[in-house]
């Protein structure tokens, strides 16, 4: 006996779409699985974090090059990594099951 209720017209048999819900079954038992998958698109924070710290970098940048202060290049080159860091998480998107990016 073979089920056609796929989306994608998948034909699987009894015994797949039983192995399939019982894979299901123990994902959705996961809680902390579900905790992160839910909370996996909320991040409004990152871009505005990415915009304060690049604008707090470069007026470090140039103060540290006008005034050569050991202080204001120390603060530079402590804040210049975690600005990368945040940069380079920001291009990431959430992505549905199939791998398709999610624009909500």
Avoid at 47 to 71: F, H, K, N, R, Y
């Amino acid at each position: 006996m073979e089920f056609r209720n796929d989306p994608d017209d998948v034909v699987l048999s009894t015994h797949e779409r039983l192995v399939l819900w019982h894979i299901e079954a123990k994902l959705d038992g996961d809680q902390r699985l579900v905790r992160r998958m839910r909370r996996a698109g909320t991040r409004p924070w990152l871009p505005l974090s990415v915009a304060a710290l690049t604008c707090a970098s470069l007026i470090l940048l140039v103060l540290g090059i006008l005034t050569s202060s050991l202080a204001v290049l120390a603060a530079f080159a402590t804040l210049w990594p975690l600005t990368l860091l945040l940069a380079f998480r920001l291009p990431r998107r959430p992505t549905d099951a199939q791998g398709h990016v999610r624009w909500s």
